[in-house]
Structures are given as C-alpha cells and as structure tokens.
C-alpha cells in the first residue's frame, strides 16, 4: 500500500501525458479569452476555479457572441452536468473524507483524471483519492498555465481574426470532443443534444445560448438512463 503523497505523485506523472495534450487546446483556449477582452490574469483564475475545458470554451464563445454573463455561465455548466454523473462514480472514493477533502476531490475530477483513475484500476494497481488528486493537480497546472500563455500571446497579435487563428477556438473544441467519446454507449445522449440544440436554434427564436442548456440537460439524462441500462 502507498502512501498519500506516493499515490499523490503517481497521479501526477501518469496522467503526464494527457495533460501535455490538454495544453495544445488550452492555449486555443487563451487567444478566444483574449478576444473576449478577459486578461492574462482573469483567464489564470477562470481555469483554477471552473476548471473545465469544455464548459470554459463555451462560456466564452457566448460571451464573444454578444450572450450575458449569466447566460454564457449557465451555457457552460449545462455543458459539464456529465461532471455529476462522474463524480457519483467516484462515492467510495470520497466517503468518510473530510468536507474540504471532498470538496478537494470533486474539484479536482475532470475527463482525464476519471478516466486515469479507473483505468489504473481496472489494471490491478490500488489507487484512489490521493491518485485522483494528484492527477487533477496536473491537469490544472497544465490547463491554467496553456491558458495564461494563450492569453498573453494574443495580447501582442496585431489582430488575430485578420490571421485566422480564431479558427483555434473550432478546431481546439473538435478535439475536445473527441477525448470526450468512450464509445458507442454515447451515440444516443450525443444524438439527442445535437438534434435538440439544432432544432431549438434554428427553428424557434430561442437563443442559441439557452438552446445548448436545453441540449446539455438532455444529454446528461440520457446519459445516467442510459448508463444504468447498459
């Protein structure tokens, strides 16, 4: 058996590679913070306390498209409600843990850090909390530290619509995506929010933003039925 700080830098350095990928799209992420007018430092302190690719990506596109803040907020947190799906796997991870360690731990769970952990798992080794920490550490320094630079970066480009690098925030989203799939288990919940978010934006004169929490929710339903099913 391991030690917490053992186990702690075990998660770090195995989900080392994950995270190396995670910041090429987390500086795609910076330059779209940057044209929605947020700094280095406000781009920094969204990644420690959201903390999620996706949602992130999303919460900013509304607010580059003219969306409120509430709305791009809500937008985004429909997007990561998979988050809670997630963490309910997680409950003999968590249980008899200190509040703050909970709270630590769930903050701390995102798409890798899951995945590693179950993973690892699966593979015989006895890892839980302090791996699952010490992952999501990794992944946060990562993430942040993309982040900020992509921000900085953008800050000295002359204009970067006139460059195409807007082009980033599509292709880095792609890719995201694509690290979310885990097979054919996701088809219906995908199907179903694509279709929902399609219908309602352009056949209604509901707006986009509230089209993707409409779309988010469903997904998320499907997806905890669906899990149960399969």
Request: proline content about 3%; aromatic content about 10%; some cysteine.
């Amino acid at each position: 058996m391991q030690t917490p700080l053992q186990d702690l830098r075990a998660g770090f350095r195995d989900v080392l590679p994950l995270a190396l990928g995670a910041a090429l799209y987390g500086l795609a992420f910076g330059l779209l913070a940057a044209q929605a007018g947020m700094s280095v430092l406000q781009t920094g302190v969204m990644g420690s306390i959201v903390f999620s690719g996706s949602a992130q990506f999303v919460a900013v596109e509304r607010l580059v498209a003219g969306a409120g803040a509430f709305t791009a907020l809500v937008a985004g947190g429909a997007l990561n409600l998979r988050i809670l799906l997630m963490t309910a796997s997680l409950r003999d991870v968590l249980a008899g843990r200190p509040f703050w360690q909970v709270l630590l731990g769930v903050h701390m769970t995102g798409d890798e850090s899951w995945a590693l952990l179950h993973a690892t798992r699966a593979t015989g080794r006895a890892v839980g909390y302090w791996y699952l920490v010490g992952a999501g550490a990794c992944m946060m320094v990562a993430w942040v530290s993309a982040t900020s630079a992509g921000a900085a970066f953008a800050a000295v480009l002359p204009e970067p619509h006139a460059m195409g690098i807007d082009f980033a925030f599509t292709a880095a989203f792609i890719a995201i995506l694509r690290g979310l799939w885990s097979g054919r288990r996701d088809a219906l919940p995908w199907i179903a929010s694509a279709i929902t978010v399609a219908s309602l934006a352009l056949l209604t004169p509901l707006e986009p933003s509230w089209a993707l929490v409409a779309g988010g929710i469903l997904g998320a339903v499907l997806a905890g039925v669906w899990g149960k099913d399969a």
